[in-house]
Structure formats: C-alpha cells, structure tokens
Nanobody
Framework: QLVESGGGVVQAGGSLRLSCAAS????????MGWFRRYPGKEREFVAA????????FYDASVEGRFTIFRDNAKNTVYLQMNSLKPEDTAVYLC????????????????WGQGTQVTVSS
C-alpha cells in the first residue's frame, strides 16, 4: 500500500513537499516513481529513484525545480517541489516497481491514490 500526503493549494513560485509512505511490499528494494495526472488525461512521469538513490531522473518539465529522495528506514519517498507553476496543478501519485524504475507507468506495480496539488497564479 502506498499513501501520499502533503498536497494542497499554493501560490505560483511557492513550494510543497509530498510524502509517500509504503507498507506491505519490499520498499527498500523497490524503485519508486512520482507521476501526475491532469483531468481527463493519463498519468505522466515526473521523477524516479532507484532503491538506494544511486540513480535519479526527472521529466524535463520539472528538472531543476523538483527533487525526489527517499528514506528507506521510514519506508517513505518524497517529492520536494519548488518554484511551482500553475501548470504543475494535478493529482500526484507515487508508484513502486519491482525492478529498476523507468519513465513508463506500465512498469510500476504499486500505486497510491494520489494527492491534489493546486498552484494559483
């Protein structure tokens, strides 16, 4: 099970930190990713991190503004979002993979329900 938290409403230029707490699956050996979903659209890749944090990659739209990191002792992965823009408004979901993470949503096995992020202009 994956449970996201930390979403909310923020003004453009502001920051939010999302958390995703994992239980019931081998989190410490799982690649983890963050995706976002716009209304009526499919989930889009945002960021991913390998089990030990040794490899991290981002979608170009968030590179330099968002940071993904994890704490395996707490079974939690985070997404620090800075310099937020109105176009970042979406539902953010975390996902777990049984193998090295990719940009492809179909490679992920576990999904959270999502947390809403709204950025006002």
């Amino acid at each position: 099970q994956l449970v996201e938290s930390g979403g909310g409403v923020v003004q453009a230029g502001g920051s939010l930190r999302l958390s995703c707490a994992a239980s019931g699956h081998p989190f410490s050996s799982s690649g983890m990713g963050w995706f976002r979903r716009y209304p009526g659209k499919e989930r889009e890749f945002v960021a991913a991190i390998t089990w030990n944090g040794g490899d991290i990659f981002y979608d170009a739209s968030v590179e330099g503004r968002f940071t993904i990191f994890r704490d395996n002792a707490k079974n939690t992965v985070y997404l620090q979002m800075n310099s937020l823009k109105p176009e970042d408004t979406a539902v953010y979901l975390c996902a777990g993979s049984g193998r090295p993470p990719t940009r492809n949503r179909n490679d992920y096995i576990y999904w959270g329900q999502g947390t809403q992020v709204t950025v006002s202009s």
